[in-house]
Nanobody
């Protein structure tokens, strides 16, 4: 059974940094495309960044230059390094794994709150 567990969220002041972690169990994360999504209150869940099994990455325009996604295959973990955080980055951040097209697994989410 695939399980994704996120950690690293919290409260930070604007301009600060956080690192989110997503650890996969039940499968080898390096075999899959992995991504980070976020959902703010009253808004739809949106893609923040993803990293393919081969390594290429994608970033939403609103995080380019501030966030970085990486993976540590030895730890079966994907990270989201978030710098220069803004209040509008406040959301629940979810880890996603694409096992095969159309079959996704999600973590439980981790809250990120950025105060102004």
């Amino acid at each position: 059974q695939v399980k994704l567990v996120e950690s690293g969220g919290g409260l930070v002041q604007a301009g600060g940094a956080l690192r989110l972690s997503c650890t996969m169990s039940g499968r080898t994360s390096s075999d899959y495309d992995m991504g980070w999504y976020r959902q703010a209150p009253g808004k739809q869940r949106e893609l923040v960044a993803d990293i393919t099994s081969g390594g290429p990455t994608y970033y939403a325009d609103y995080v380019k230059g501030r966030f970085a996604i990486s993976r540590d295959n030895a730890k079966n973990t994907v990270y989201l390094h978030m710098n220069s955080l803004k209040p509008e980055d406040t959301a629940v951040y979810y880890c996603n794994a694409v096992i095969v097209p159309g079959i996704n697994y999600w973590g439980q989410g981790t809250q990120v709150t950025v105060s102004s």
